[in-house]
């Protein structure tokens, strides 16, 4: 029976009454809307994480040069970088989560999770945290679940677009979601998975949404590997009990605001922000003559 929530206080209750993983009414809601059995859905969980590593190894292996010449394999340089600044591991999350954004800015097949502006978060977060912990693939698909029951309620109570929102609303959720499946995997209560959500969006309420030239290049790429260093932030914090101090459904409440109150501008529109600088409109201008010319944009 399909069970749906309009806010993480529902979803906390129904689990504790009836005693399910928190996993398990999202399985059920994505069995009924598409008419899938449950192996059906453990499926489609495995071909989505499947296309998630796949855009990954396309960032890192294939030419990533987008038409506007605004990406230009900035995963690779990472990788090989002799410099590490915090460790391995944390380089590792920084240039997958780019691959993958890279991947759907060069027009390549990703997985829009919520959307694919934010579509390097998860693929970073869950292909990083499953090689650090050595987690088996049933845990990602159970945290894949966990994130997209997040998306839902977020989609609910403020929004997961860019245009209605702004950034905020597209990495924002994307790394709430990351965070809650990182809590979720390392055995967090459903109280931690939450105030990993509410730390997250603290810490990105008020994000604009500023593309340049109106593509989902720059600054959305580096952002997506912010927002998922953002997302293993928040879930530390979580698993370690230091509560969100405001409950999670608040804390979306007041996302919805700002986005509401937030400038047209700054909603995808490429008025505001770093498209609407000298630079910005330099290459702006650049895109609509001529795109196969962009080489760089130093003046």
Known sequence: MQVTFESFTEWQEYCQKSGEPIWKPVLAYEMNLRNRTENQVWDGLSAAYSVMKDAIEKGLTQNMQSISGMIDNGA????????????????????????????????????????????????????????????????????????????????????????????????????????????????GNIYQIFDSVAITIMNMLGLICDPIAGLVEVPCVKRNASASV?????????LAG?????????????MGEVGQSMDNRYKETALGGLAATPTGKKIAEKVLKNPSEITHYEE
């Open 76 to 187: 690779k340089k990472i990788k090989n970088t002799p410099i590490t600044v915090l460790s391995e591991e944390f380089k590792m999350l920084i240039y997958r989560s780019i691959a993958a954004k890279e991947v759907n800015s060069c027009m390549g097949r990703i997985v829009a999770a919520p959307t694919a502006g934010a579509s390097g978060i998860l693929p970073g977060v869950l292909t990083t945290l499953q090689d650090i912990h050595q987690l088996s693939n049933q845990t990602i698909y159970e945290s894949m679940l966990v994130a997209a029951g997040i998306a839902l309620i977020i989609e609910q109570r403020a929004s997961i677009a860019g245009a209605v929102g702004g950034c905020q609303a597209e990495t924002g959720t994307a790394a709430a979601m990351g965070a809650g499946a990182i809590v979720y995997a390392l055995g």
């Open 230 to 238: 953002i997302a293993f932030a928040s879930a530390q914090i979580a």
């Open 242 to 254: 230091d509560s969100s101090i405001i409950p999670v459904d608040e804390v979306i409440d007041v």
